[in-house]
C-alpha cells in the first residue's frame, strides 16, 4: 500500500461514521447516505492521488457526498418533499433528542427495537462502524450475501416505518439503551480481535469510536451502572492495548503481558467507575460484573498476585445472570489457576462451544498443562483452524510448535 493508499484508508476509518451520519441527518434516508457516502469515498480515491489530501479531509467528504446526494435526488422521477428538503440542506439542522450528535443518533437510529437484534447489530457495524459486509458476514458467521440482504431490510423497514433519526427523551432511553450496549461491545470486541485476517490484528479507530459513544450515552445516563460498567470493561480493556502485541506480530496473552506498558490513567478511570458501582449498593449487572473482573486483572502488579478466588466468584455472579457456555469457559480458565487444570478441564469438556476457537484454545493450554501433549496439539490444530484474527493465529501457531508429543 503506496503512502497516499494509506492515507486515505486512515480517513475513512476515522471519517466514515461522521460522513454517513451528517448525511442521514440532512435527508433523513440512510440507504442514501450510506450510498452518497460511499461515492465521495471512491472520488476521493480517485482525485486525491492527484490533487492531493486537501487540509480538512474530512469537510471535503462531507461536502462532496452532500452534493452527490442533492444532485441524485435531483435525478428522480418524483420530487417530492425530501427532494425539496435535500436542495435547503444546511449546517444548522434543529438538535433533535436529548443530546446532540449526529452519531449517536446515527447509533440509536440502527438501534430502534422496531429491528431484530442481528440487525441492529449487522446495521450499526456497517453504518457507524464501516465494517464491509464481508467482514459483519465473517462476524455472525453468516454467508455475505444474506448478511447483504439483512442490512438491506433493516435499512427499508427504517424508511418504511419512519423511525425519526433521534436520540430518544430522556424518559424514553432506560428503554433503548440495553440495545445501545450490547451493539457498542459488538464495535468495541471487533475492534479488540479483529475477525478479518487480511486486516489488522487491532482495529484502535473501532475500539475509540465505541469508547467515544459509550462516554456520551453515559453522560445521558449518568446513573445507569450498566453504562458505567460498560464504560469501565472498554478502558480497563483498552489500557492493555499497547502490551497486547508482540514486535512480532503475535497476540500476547494477560498473563504474558508487559504491565508496565499498560495505559494507567485508563486503569484508574476504570477502577474508579467500578469502585462507584460497587459504593452504590446496587445488584451490579453484567457489564458491570465483566468491568469487576477485569479490575482484578489490571490491579495485581504480576500476574501471580491475581487474586484467582475473588474472580471465580464474580464468575459465579456473573452465571446467575448468564449461564451460557461461553461464561462457564471463561470462569474454568480462572478455576484452572485456583484448582488446577485437571478441575478445569472437566468443566471445559463437553460444552457446546466446537466452532468457537477460543474453546479449543483453552482446552489445548489445559491439556498442555497436564502433559497431553498430542491431545494438545490436536486442539491447537482446531483452534488455529477456526480462528480469523491473524496475531492470535500466530500466537496459537507457536504454541503448538513448541508443544511436545
Known amino acids: 500500500m503506496t503512502g497516499i493508499e494509506e492515507r486515505i484508508a486512515g480517513v475513512y476509518r476515522a471519517e466514515w461514521a461522521r460522513v454517513v451520519a451528517g448525511l442521514a441527518r440532512r435527508i433523513g434516508d440512510l440507504d442514501v447516505a450510506e450510498e452518497m457516502a460511499a461515492e465521495a469515498f471512491a472520488t476521493a480515491v480517485e482525485r486525491w492521488p492527484v490533487d492531493g489530501v486537501p487540509p480538512n479531509p474530512g469537510a471535503w467528504l462531507a461536502t462532496t457526498a452532500q452534493r452527490k446526494a442533492v444532485d441524485r435526488l435531483r435525478r428522480e422521477a418524483k420530487r417530492d418533499e425530501k427532494h425539496k428538503e435535500a436542495l435547503m440542506l444546511t449546517d444548522t439542522a434543529e438538535p433533535l433528542g436529548a443530546i446532540d450528535d449526529d452519531r449517536l443518533r446515527l447509533v440509536f437510529t440502527c438501534c430502534h427495537p422496531a429491528l431484530a437484534m442481528e440487525a441492529r447489530t449487522a446495521l450499526t457495524l456497517r453504518m457507524v462502524g464501516g465494517l464491509t459486509v464481508a467482514e459483519i458476514a465473517r462476524a455472525f458467521l453468516v454467508q455475505e450475501s444474506a448478511m447483504g440482504q439483512r442490512i438491506t431490510r433493516a435499512k427499508a423497514k427504517i424508511k418504511a416505518a419512519r423511525i425519526p433519526y433521534r436520540v430518544p427523551d430522556r424518559e424514553d432511553l432506560p428503554a433503548r439503551v440495553t440495545g445501545v450496549l450490547t451493539v457498542l461491545y459488538l464495535i468495541f470486541n471487533e475492534g479488540y480481535l479483529a475477525g478479518d485476517p487480511q486486516r489488522e490484528a487491532i482495529r484502535e479507530d473501532l475500539t475509540a469510536e465505541a469508547i467515544r459513544l459509550t462516554r456520551l450515552v453515559r453522560e445521558l445516563m449518568p446513573a445507569d451502572g450498566e453504562v458505567a460498567g460498560l464504560l469501565a470493561l472498554m478502558l480497563l480493556t483498552e489500557a492493555r492495548r499497547a502490551a497486547r502485541m508482540s514486535a512480532s506480530g503475535e497476540l500476547v496473552p494477560l498473563d504474558d503481558q508487559?504491565?508496565?506498558?499498560?495505559?494507567?490513567?485508563?486503569?484508574?478511570?476504570?477502577?474508579?467507575?467500578?469502585?462507584?458501582?460497587?459504593?452504590?449498593?446496587?445488584?451490579?449487572?453484567?457489564?458491570?460484573?465483566?468491568?469487576?473482573?477485569?479490575?482484578?486483572?489490571?490491579?495485581?502488579?504480576?500476574?501471580?498476585?491475581?487474586?484467582?478466588?475473588?474472580?471465580?466468584?464474580?464468575?459465579?455472579?456473573?452465571?446467575?445472570?448468564?449461564?451460557?457456555?461461553?461464561?462457564?469457559?471463561?470462569?474454568?480458565?480462572?478455576?484452572?489457576?485456583?484448582?488446577?487444570?485437571?478441575?478445569?478441564?472437566?468443566?471445559?469438556?463437553?460444552?457446546?462451544?466446537?466452532?468457537?476457537?477460543?474453546?479449543?484454545?483453552?482446552?489445548?493450554?489445559?491439556?498442555?498443562?497436564?502433559?497431553?501433549?498430542?491431545?494438545?496439539?490436536?486442539?491447537?490444530?482446531?483452534?488455529?483452524?477456526?480462528?480469523?484474527?491473524?496475531?492470535?493465529?500466530?500466537?496459537?501457531?507457536?504454541?503448538?510448535?513448541?508443544?511436545?508429543?
Open 258 to 405: 508487559d504491565r508496565g506498558a499498560w495505559d494507567r490513567a485508563l486503569v484508574a478511570e476504570g477502577h474508579a467507575l467500578v469502585r462507584a458501582r460497587l459504593a452504590s449498593g446496587q445488584a451490579p449487572g453484567r457489564y458491570q460484573i465483566l468491568a469487576a473482573i477485569n479490575a482484578v486483572h489490571t490491579d495485581a502488579p504480576d500476574v501471580r498476585d491475581t487474586d484467582w478466588s475473588q474472580t471465580v466468584a464474580l464468575y459465579d455472579m456473573l452465571l446467575r445472570l448468564e449461564p451460557t457456555p461461553i461464561v462457564r469457559l471463561n470462569r474454568a480458565v480462572a478455576v484452572a489457576e485456583l484448582d488446577g487444570p485437571q478441575v478445569a478441564l472437566a468443566q471445559v469438556e463437553g460444552l457446546p462451544l466446537e466452532g468457537y476457537p477460543a474453546f479449543h484454545a483453552t482446552r489445548a493450554r489445559l491439556l498442555r498443562r497436564l502433559g497431553r501433549g498430542a491431545e494438545a496439539r490436536a486442539a491447537y490444530d482446531r483452534a488455529i483452524e477456526l480462528e480469523g484474527n491473524r496475531a492470535a493465529t500466530a500466537y496459537l501457531t507457536r504454541r503448538r510448535d513448541e508443544t511436545g508429543r
